[in-house]
């Protein structure tokens, strides 16, 4: 098998992978043992994704389609993947509208928590619409009418509007027709109305009942036919050509402006819209009846998420669950001293969300307060507009210390947030830079240099699986490695110096890095356990990743199969590889978990005859992880670390009965199930390391 020319069926499709992946993410949603508000928030997710899903994903079939590209890995021509992906995503859409109106939204009515369109309001609950309409709402409105004088406005990308349809003259003598509404960013889209006037302690209404109960008083003495809301999804993929600009951040903030009015790629509109409105808005767009979503509810569900999220009832939620500090690392948190020690003892291990990013923040805290501590250095991907960690680095900087970030302005909308801190840093006198042109820097890494008794430095590190975004921690499964072990502290400042400077690869003694060895060594690893299953010896590959995607990687896992090796993968979200095919990979098995917490972290594991290798890693096995990031995978060297890992990661994973689904060679998932005892991972590390 070849890299360079890969047989079309030996890989999944990537988009419909990606698709698939929100059906397991939407039977979370249908599945009644969910609770409700939860079941709503799982619903939002799918809205949220799908998103993405058609701003980057499928703008770049169409761009593909527009540059005449030939057939991807799968065999697909991008039209044909456009069609697949059409037909797939409208069944996945109409799934959701019937699960809110059909069973989220009368369970949550039922609980006391509802949403109330115009037909349910009594006459109490419409005066108070009216009031809120004409104080609130119609002031920030600009109606367009569309004649000569008033051509099409500009739509932002995702941006709620409303097509109106309208008869009669107006004051200037001109007929009416059609106008465009578009709602302002600055307007809610959901509205809590007050207890007394719902009726219900937790009682909402959209903007859009409000917009269709009143929009005849946006058009005195003209005939309202009908009002129809609609949005319009544009590709959001950022253009910056990084050889031709001299400084990334200020061409970055420039390309920012556009994105809203990329091409566009996807119209969702209301479903009783008149044709001749749904053809005059794909005209608009130059789309067609492959790009129209018709929907029966509100064009955006992921605006829902705000009634999940203010809606204070426990009892409709997954049980509270706080995440644990491991006691020896609550009192190593007490001075700086204390926590350069207890990492100088031994590495430490944290898996976030059942334990908590509370020790990181720590460390942080650690290095930036201790006047011993002369050197901090850490990457950025992600972080949140309000970082607890970055302000720590202001502060650091303030004080003296040498800081310097490696802030990756390219991460797919955060680029804004991390512009900010960029800034920010800068004020204070922090080393900024942005890492390797053309690689992003995917690496999450934060080093610091500390002398110690006799003046000697001695380096303290964390290394994970996610990123440094104390929120995100609560919510995504990571791994995380606190420690100062000399091979690999040194390896780290190796990176930070091929990041900030120039020179020649420098061969690192234990880390793995992309784009030079991770991809290699991966190979490698793989073949030396086909070897050994030939040699008739013991093999076994595990690995525990968001993506699956390189076409080596997979043809040396399907030689690895054959040659008699057990493949486990673990593979939250797309995997193009085909599993259980007899003769190529009936050795491999591909699961994916989802429920409670986002499953984020990247682990590998090979048996290596006896002496059984783990690396934690922020790589996913994708073409991009390999050959166009900056991404690091750290060894696990504790041998009680590594045994805690491979049992956390993989021993419960492949026991679970209640999160798992199992691929098929078709792409298709299907429930695992086992007579043996329910497990429930998430609620068994949660028991495991929290004490629940």
């Known amino acids: 098998m070849s890299s360079r020319s890969p047989d079309p069926e030996l890989f999944l499709n990537r988009e419909l992978a990606l698709l698939k992946f929100n059906e397991r993410v939407l039977a979370q949603a249908d599945n009644p043992a969910t609770p409700p508000l939860e079941r709503l928030r799982f619903l939002c997710i799918v809205g949220s994704n799908l998103d993405e899903f058609f701003e980057i994903r499928v703008s770049s079939l169409k761009e593909q389609l527009r540059q005449g590209a030939g057939a991807g890995a799968d065999g697909k021509t991008p039209e044909e993947a456009l069609q697949a992906v059409s037909a797939l995503a409208k069944q996945i859409v109409a799934r959701q509208y019937a699960l809110l109106d059909g069973q989220i939204l009368p369970q949550l009515r039922g609980a006391g928590v509802a949403l109330l369109r115009v037909p349910d309001w009594n006459d109490e609950q ?16 600009t109606p367009i009418a569309l004649d000569p004088a008033h051509p099409f406005p500009r739509v932002y990308n995702k941006s709620l509007n409303f097509i109106v349809s309208l008869s009669g003259r107006d004051a200037f003598g001109r007929n ?10 600055a307007l809610p889209r959901v509205l809590r109305m007050p207890p007394e006037v719902a009726g219900c302690e937790y009682g909402y209404t959209m903007l859009t009942s409000l917009m269709h109960a009143f929009v005849a008083e946006l058009f005195p003495g003209m005939q309202v036919n009908g009002c129809y809301q609609w949005r319009v999804t544009r590709n959001s993929d950022l253009f910056v050509d990084e050889e031709e600009i001299t400084n990334l951040r200020h061409a970055l903030q420039g390309e920012l402006t556009q994105r809203h009015f990329g091409d566009a790629v996807r119209l969702e509109l209301e479903a009783s819209t008149p044709p001749e409105l749904e053809r005059f808005l794909q005209r608009e767009f130059g ?29 409709l939620l997954f049980s509270d669950y706080r995440p644990a500090i491991p006691a020896d690392l609550v009192a190593a948190a007490e001075t700086p001293a204390a926590m350069f020690a207890a990492i100088a003892e031994r590495d430490r291990l944290l898996h976030h969300p059942y334990q908590a990013f509370q020790p990181v923040i720590d460390f942080l805290t650690a290095a930036a307060s201790d006047p011993n ?23 650091a900087a303030r004080s003296g210390k040498e800081v310097t970030v490696v802030v990756e302005l390219m991460a797919r909308f955060d680029e804004q947030t991390n512009i900010h801190w960029a800034a920010r840093l800068e004020e204070v006198g922090a080393h900024v ?46 791994f995380g490695l606190l420690t100062a072990n000399r091979d690999i502290c040194e390896d780290m400042d190796r990176v930070f110096s091929q990041l900030t400077g120039l020179g020649e690869r420098r061969q690192l003694k234990a880390l793995l890095q992309s784009p030079f060895s991770l991809h290699d060594t991966m190979v490698a690893m793989i073949r030396a356990e086909a070897q050994q299953a030939r040699a008739g010896k013991r093999a076994r590959i595990m690995a525990k990743m968001n993506s699956l995607l390189e076409p080596r990687i997979i043809e040396e896992l399907y030689q690895a199969s054959q040659a008699g090796v057990r493949i486990d993968l673990i593979v939250r979200g797309v995997c193009t590889l085909r599993p259980g095919v007899p003769g190529l990979s009936e050795k491999i098995t591909v699961r994916s978990i989802v429920g409670r917490f986002l499953e984020h972290s990247r682990v590998y594991y090979f048996y290596n005859g006896g002496d059984e290798k783990v690396y934690l890693s922020s790589a996913d096995w994708m073409d991009r992880n390999f050959f166009r990031r900056v991404e690091i995978a750290v060894p696990v060297l504790d041998p009680k670390l590594r045994k805690r890992v491979i049992d956390e990661a993989f021993t419960w994973a492949l026991r ?30 949660m028991h495991l390391l929290g004490g629940v």
């Open 126 to 141: 419409r005066a108070w619409a009216r009031e809120v309409f004409r104080h609130d709402v119609m002031p920030l409105l």
């Open 176 to 185: 009416a027709g059609i106008a465009i509404v578009q709602a302002p960013r």
């Open 287 to 315: 789309l067609s009846a492959i790009d129209t979503y018709r929907v029966d509810g509100p064009v955006n569900l992921s605006r829902l998420m705000q009634i999940a999220n203010e809606t204070r009832r426990p009892d």
């Open 373 to 395: 501590v002369v050197s901090i250095k850490q990457t950025i991907y992600r972080t949140g507009e309000d970082s607890e960690l970055m302000r720590l680095l202001v502060a």
């Open 433 to 478: 830079v942005y890492g390797v042109v053309g690689h992003k820097t995917h690496a999450k890494m934060v080093l610091v240099l500390r002398r110690e008794e006799g003046g000697q430095i001695r380096r303290y590190g964390h290394l994970g699986t996610g990123n440094y975004h104390p929120r995100t921690a609560r919510l995504y499964t990571d």
């Open 656 to 685: 679970d009965t209640e999160l798992s689904w199992l691929q098929g060679p078709d792409g298709n998932y299907h429930r695992a199930r086992s007579r043996r005892a329910k497990v429930n991972l998430h609620d068994h590390l």
